[in-house]
């Protein structure tokens, strides 16, 4: 079955250009909320998903209430936390929350999570997908979600009108492990061929190895392809991928071993088949934090990610050879009251421009979490 991807033409000149240091780059960014309530904790929207068409531009995130639990999530586990969306139609200048946020997206959390099930909303069933999704539909979105942080049955549900509307949740097999932890990350490769980036427990039922798995008959069914990388002693989760080309692909990875957190990187270039290590693109994100890549417009890769140690801060870094070399770090912002920020989600506006999501609070906001965008100038951005 024949693929469908976008690759970009890049200069070789600018791929054997080093990419300036952080000393030279001061970019143009633009802090945006996306929302904001006293009392309430609003954070994690890399366990959701971001979408975009044009300038519409829709994210979800979790909210739940606010709780003083020191050096820690400040969510009271006592009270219901719910997934939501918000929607902006500007490029993400202004935004607009949706609760109930569609039919059909309610994502139900698991037990490991931070607040109790809310016992007001009906948790739809979980079933098996028909197949036949068009994965090319102009107006499509997918979202694919866990149940449990190390185990349990991870679950998508998809959209055909922008995220109004959802179907599913439908079931993902396990593949062999006590379960699943499944975000949404995913490539599109035909009119029903798609590939999912998921992270597993390991074998012995500790966190985390991650996987990709590929469907061709529209999600009525996903064959597992391969493991990303050996075993880790520690954990390897939260993937984050682009497709190069039609053979190549990368993703990179939230890395943990002993009391070192990074990002690390693969590379296959047989369609998923295999992966070799990468040069690491971040060697410290302080506590941890995921990462989230994308493929700029002029064909440079961009991983956004937030640094969990002082000073609390929203980075990124830049490759001009396909994640073979990374740019020291980005400042897009350094005013975190503390580590708890991040769980970035990014995408790349018509005019150039990126627009990252994450959570954040500063001395000025508050205690609580809130949503926040930044809207930068990624292409001002010099090569030298």
Not at 161 to 174: A, I, K, M, S, T
Not at 263 to 290: K, R
């Amino acid at each position: 079955m024949s693929r469908i991807f976008v690759t970009l033409a890049i200069p070789t000149i600018l791929l054997a250009m080093p990419l300036a240091t952080a000393e030279t780059i001061t970019p143009d960014v633009e802090h945006v909320t996306v929302w904001h309530e006293e009392g309430r904790f609003a954070g994690w929207p890399a366990n959701n998903g971001i979408w975009m068409w044009g300038d519409e531009i829709l994210v979800g995130f979790s909210i739940g209430y606010h709780k003083d639990l020191g050096d820690n999530h400040n969510i009271d586990r006592e009270l219901p936390e719910r997934s939501h969306l918000a929607r902006s139609l500007d490029g993400g200048e202004t935004w607009s929350l949706e609760y109930p946020p569609a039919k059909g997206y309610l994502v139900p959390e698991g037990e490991w999570l931070h607040g109790i099930p809310d016992p007001a909303l009906e948790v739809p069933e979980l079933k098996d997908c028909p197949g036949g999704i068009d994965f090319t539909h102009p107006n499509f979105a997918l979202t694919v979600r866990m149940e449990s942080h190390h185990a349990g049955v991870s679950r998508f549900w998809y959209s055909y009108d922008r995220g109004h509307v959802w179907e599913g949740p439908f079931r993902l097999p396990n593949y062999g492990r006590p379960g699943t932890a499944a975000r949404t990350d995913y490539l599109i490769d035909g009119p029903h061929e798609a590939m999912l980036f998921l992270t597993a427990p390991k074998p012995d039922g500790r966190e985390g190895q991650p996987f990709c798995v590929r469907t061709t008959d529209g999600g009525a069914s996903w064959e597992f392809v391969s493991w990303i990388g050996e075993i880790p002693d520690g954990f390897s989760i939260m993937p984050s991928t682009v497709r190069l080309s039609e053979d190549e692909i990368i993703t990179t990875v939230r890395r943990r071993e002993g009391p070192k957190r990074w990002i690390g990187a693969y590379l296959s270039e047989d369609n998923g088949a295999s992966w070799e290590p990468l040069p690491d693109p971040v060697e410290s994100t302080g506590v941890g934090n995921p990462p989230s890549l994308l493929q700029l417009r002029d064909g440079r890769l961009c991983l956004i990610y937030a640094y969990r140690a002082k000073p609390s801060s929203i980075r990124a870094v830049l490759s001009n050879d396909n994640g073979r070399s990374w740019s020291e770090p980005i400042v897009l912002r350094d005013d975190g009251a503390n580590h708890d920020i991040g769980y970035c989600r990014t995408v790349q506006r018509p005019d150039g421009k990126v627009v990252t999501v994450y959570y954040i609070n500063e001395p000025s906001t508050g205690p609580e979490r809130y949503i926040a965008a930044t809207i930068w100038d990624v292409e001002a951005i010099p090569v030298e």
